[in-house]
């Protein structure tokens, strides 16, 4: 099993930024797909940003040019550096891994408050 721990996350003024961290177990952390999703009340769990183990990324509209998503395997950890912060990115957000060797299997972190104050 994969267990992911997210940290980084708090109160900020809108235009602000925060850098949001994951760490992950398992030894194959370098192969895993990394996934940034959030949910807002009221709204459905998006997909933020996700980077595979190529170090391809892909974001939502949404966010795209205000975040970035990043790993480094040697401490088995992906980032969120979130920029130009907007009280819109308010949200629980989650940390998300699919494995290795056929990716079938989601393992979640049990998420963290990101509060963009106006």
């Known amino acids: 099993q994969v267990q992911l721990e997210e940290s980084g996350g708090g109160l900020v003024q809108a235009g602000g930024s925060l850098r949001l961290s994951c760490a992950a177990s398992?030894?194959?952390?370098?192969?895993?797909?990394m996934n940034w999703y959030r949910q807002a009340p009221g709204k459905q769990r998006e997909l933020v940003a996700g980077i595979t183990s190529s170090g391809n990324t892909n974001y939502a509209a949404s966010v795209k040019g205000r975040f970035t998503i990043s790993r480094d395997n040697a401490k088995n950890t992906v980032y969120l550096q979130m920029n130009s912060l907007k009280p819109e990115d308010t949200a629980d957000y989650l940390c998300?891994?699919?494995?290795?060797?056929?990716?079938?299997?989601?393992?979640w972190g049990k998420g963290i408050l990101v509060t963009v104050s106006s």
């Open positions: 998300n891994t699919r494995t290795p060797p056929h990716y079938e299997m989601d393992y």
């Open positions: 398992g030894r194959l952390f370098s192969l895993y797909i």
